[in-house]
């Protein structure tokens, strides 16, 4: 063990006599943004805290950076993570917080390691105003800033945009690629908001009912099973298309719905032959996607299984 930023083999714990995770294991490697999916109390929260070294495992071997966080200090300095109360003392202000944590960590340059991040999360204007007059959008990106003050090499996001709205859960979102691309960070993503997975993950894991149900890059899951498909809305019915993209080599079906033609493709690149020959026949075309299955389908087939089965 230890090639990978965070090494998770065999991981069994129970609480009270119930297995809350069984024989679980996944790999996230350096500089990957890892999602770690599954309903509440799945256990995700759980296997941060083992992997952090606050709880032990009850089986199994967990590493982060290649070592046990429970027994090195050292190591543990180099990893970050922001639970869901983000940590943040209300009373004192956005600076002061950081400055707080940074005195604990040890940051240098404290001050400006603070400005730099106040800037990056957005809050320099209000960097003296007490945290307890902040908005939860606002709390939260406080609370990323103060999770990577000390610039470490993975941290842990536990459901960094619940409860925030869609703009402020955009702006975290955002922030977390903005970060793992800037400091080049190893980020794990608890979450169970399936779009903010699949746009920013490269590889996922789907915890249900204790186990891992699923471990692969994203664009893996959502690739349409089979073969790849588009589906392309025209300015008129889509009937007569089919017959003409029908015969084309590299299309192996067409259905016609009203105005809208899915077509499955044999080559993944045919996409723009396709719309070529359509334009050349007279069709005018006002959208056209490519089908995939969206993660949130994929989710739910495993959770759903989960919850009929075990
Ligand atoms: N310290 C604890 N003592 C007893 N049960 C716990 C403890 N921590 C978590 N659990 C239980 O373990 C399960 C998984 O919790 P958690 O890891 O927080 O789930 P998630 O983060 O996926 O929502 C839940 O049923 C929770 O009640
Ligand atoms: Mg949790």
Do not use: W
Not at 14 to 37: A, K, N, P, Q, W
Not at 135 to 162: N, Q, Y
Not at 257 to 273: E, K, Q, S, V
């Amino acid at each position: 063990m230890g090639v990978n930023a965070v090494e998770v083999r065999g991981l069994s714990r129970s609480f009270d006599g119930r297995d809350i995770l069984r024989d679980v294991s996944f790999t996230v490697g350096h500089g990957e943004i890892f999602g770690y999916l599954g309903p509440n109390g799945a256990g995700k929260t759980t296997t941060i805290r083992i992997l952090l070294g606050l709880l032990a495992p009850g089986a199994g071997e967990v590493r982060v950076l290649g070592r046990d966080l429970a027994a090195d200090d050292d190591a543990r300095a180099r990893v970050g993570v922001l639970f869901e109360n983000n940590g943040l003392a209300d009373r004192m202000s956005a600076a002061g917080n950081l400055a707080y944590y940074a005195g604990l960590y040890g940051v240098e340059d404290p001050a400006e390691r603070i400005d730099e991040l106040l800037a990056l999360v957005d809050l320099a204007d209000r960097r003296d105003d007490p945290v307890g007059t902040f908005s939860t959008g606002m709390k939260r990106k406080l609370g990323i800033a103060r999770a990577i003050l000390h610039r470490p090499e993975v941290v842990f996001f536990d459901e960094p945009s619940s409860g925030l709205d869609p703009g402020a859960q955009r702006m975290v979102r955002d922030l977390i690629v903005e970060l793992s691309r800037r400091e080049e960070m190893t980020v794990f993503l608890n979450s169970h908001h399936l779009d903010e997975v699949q746009r920013i993950c490269s590889t996922v894991a789907i915890l249900a009912e204790g186990r891992i149900r699923a471990f692969d890059s994203v664009a893996n899951l959502t690739r349409a099973s089979g073969r790849p498909a588009v589906t392309l809305s025209l300015a008129g019915p889509g009937d007569r298309a089919c017959e003409v993209v029908g015969n084309l080599p590299y299309v192996t079906e067409c259905d016609a719905d009203g105005d809208h033609l899915r077509c499955t493709l044999a080559d993944p690149g045919a996409t723009p032959d396709l719309v070529a020959a359509l334009v050349g026949a007279g069709f005018r075309i006002e959208e056209v996607r490519r089908s995939s299955r969206s993660l949130e389908e994929i989710y739910l087939e495993h959770v759903g299984q989960a919850e009929g089965g075990a």
